[in-house]
């Protein structure tokens, strides 16, 4: 069955260091990844996929992601935290054999960003 | 939130009613997803389509029904046999449902409350 999972509910970071938000994945075939931003009371926004090629991915706002296949994970990441950085995050994953076009999420992390 | 639009932003139902939450898009997007988001249980899908006239059951499907009798429009009703319909829906498309690389955009949500 495919899953992701994101092990931390909350992430709390100060402001200017380095994130890091959490995801595993567990897919058939090749596994299609995304990270999409949720703020309160709004649709999801996409920040970045992986399809193939290149292991690190850079994506919207500075935001970078890293496909490690042996771990079957692909952590987001970024250099140095924004206060507006703080929402909600979801990692996605679809296996290259779906015709459905079903993306299977993770429950979420918050991010908090203090000053 | 791209070129998906959906109405209303807060919706509130009574006990016993139907309701018809809409979503558009401009996007020329073949395929549409509904969403239903819960507190810390992430998305879940409730119907998806990838050609007019045509649609597809997701995950939890019961006391939801779709049409989709437009390219831009896929419009959920929330039928009285929901038992628990107090919930953020999303809708979101993407260029081809089959597509396994494509991104899935959202729009801005609709939150219902059932009083």
């Known amino acids: 069955a495919q899953s992701v999972a994101q092990p931390e509910d909350q992430v709390n970071v100060a402001e200017g260091n380095p994130l890091t938000v959490k995801c595993t994945y567990s897919?058939?075939?090749?596994?299609?990844l995304f990270w999409y931003v949720q703020y309160p009371n709004r649709g999801l926004q996409f920040l970045l996929k992986?399809?193939?090629?290149?292991?690190l991915v850079k994506g919207s706002y500075g935001f970078e992601a890293e496909f490690n296949k042996s771990q079957t994970s692909f952590h987001l990441k970024k250099p140095s935290a924004l206060v507006s950085d703080s929402a909600l995050y979801f990692c996605a994953v679809r296996g290259s054999s779906s015709n459905t076009g079903k993306l299977i999420f993770g429950q979420g992390t918050t991010l908090q960003v203090k000053p | 939130d791209g070129g998906i639009t959906q109405s209303p932003k807060y919706l509130f139902r009574k006990e016993g009613q139907n309701v018809t939450l809409s979503c558009e898009q401009n996007?020329?997007?073949?395929?549409m997803y509904w969403y239903r988001q819960d507190p810390g249980q992430g998305l879940r899908l409730i119907y998806y389509s990838q050609i007019v006239n045509d649609f597809q059951k997701g995950d939890i499907a019961e006391g939801y029904s779709v049409s989709r009798e437009k390219k831009e429009s896929f419009p959920l009703t929330v039928t009285s046999a929901q038992k628990n319909p107090t919930a953020f829906y999303l809708c979101a498309s993407s260029p081809r449902l089959a597509a396994s690389t494509d991104t899935q955009y959202f729009g801005p949500g609709t939150r219902l409350t059932v009083l």
């Open positions: 992986y399809i193939t090629g290149d292991n």
């Open positions: 897919v058939s075939g090749n596994p299609y």
């Open positions: 996007l020329n997007h073949d395929a």
